[in-house]
Antibody, heavy 118, light 108 residues
Framework: EVQVVESGGGLAQPGGSLRLSCAGSGFPVSNYWMHWVRQAPGKGLVWVSRINTDGSMTTYADSVKGRFTVSRDDTQNTVYLQMNSLRVDDTAVYFC???????????WGQGTLVTVSS | EIVMTQSPATLSVSPGERATLSCRASQSISTKLAWYQQKPGQAPRLLIYDASTRAAGVPARFGGSGSGTEFTLTISSLQSADFAVYYCHHYNKWPPGTFGQGTKVEVK
């Protein structure tokens, strides 16, 4: 069974850092582009970042560019999102998701909550 | 950036009735459109991809149509499990793959 499990969320202060992890099971993460999507409380889905199969290509939403870094460790079957210089408006549930080869997102994790507050 | 606009924001429907949700793209995206269902506290669930193909395990009462800039998700006979928020999402060009703002389907 394909599963995606996020971890690492929690409370951070403005200007602080957190690292989220996304572990895949039932499939090799190395074969897929992987995404991070976030959802602020009571709001809609917003795409954050994407990483290709070998980690050589990463893209980011303008709102996080220069502050967030996506990476992957295929030996751990895991994708990471390093979040620096956190702002209050980064508060959201962060979902990790798998992209099927033809471009759409097919599997999502349950999400991990990041709260940025002083 | 392609903007996805969903309508209506909220749809009030009685169980057993038909629901029709719309999604419009600001420029042509061919059929590179997916629909997701999200219930409170849960992850989004893929319903439809390539505008009209049902994902594995999705009941036949869910149907997608459209191409170019206009798309529709139809739920032929609403069941209690179908009351949720629905998002459209384009993947014609990354980045970014933008989402619509969502349509909440609620009990009338």
């Amino acid at each position: 069974e394909v599963q995606v499990v996020e971890s690492g969320g929690g409370l951070a202060q403005p200007g602080g850092s957190l690292r989220l992890s996304c572990a895949g099971s039932g499939f090799p993460v190395s074969n897929y582009w992987m995404h991070w999507v976030r959802q602020a409380p009571g709001k809609g889905l917003v795409w954050v970042s994407r990483i290709n199969t070998d980690g050589s290509m990463t893209t980011y939403a303008d709102s996080v560019k220069g502050r967030f870094t996506v990476s992957r460790d295929d030996t751990q079957n895991t994708v990471y999102l390093q979040m620096n210089s956190l702002r209050v408006d980064d508060t959201a549930v962060y979902f990790c998701a798998r992209e099927w080869w033809t471009g759409y997102i097919d599997y999502w994790g349950q999400g991990t909550l990041v709260t940025v507050s002083s | 950036e392609i903007v996805m606009t969903q309508s209506p924001a909220t749809l009030s429907v009685s169980p057993g009735e038909r629901a029709t949700l719309s999604c419009r793209a600001s420029q042509s995206i061919s059929t590179k459109l997916a629909w997701y269902q999200q219930k409170p506290g849960q992850a989004p669930r893929l319903l439809i991809y390539d505008a009209s193909t049902r994902a594995a395990g999705v009941p036949a009462r869910f149907g997608g149509s459209g191409s170019g800039t206009e798309f529709t998700l139809t739920i032929s006979s609403l069941q209690s499990a179908d009351f949720a928020v629905y998002y459209c999402h384009h993947y014609n060009k990354w980045p970014p793959g933008t989402f619509g703002q969502g349509t909440k389907v609620e009990v009338k």
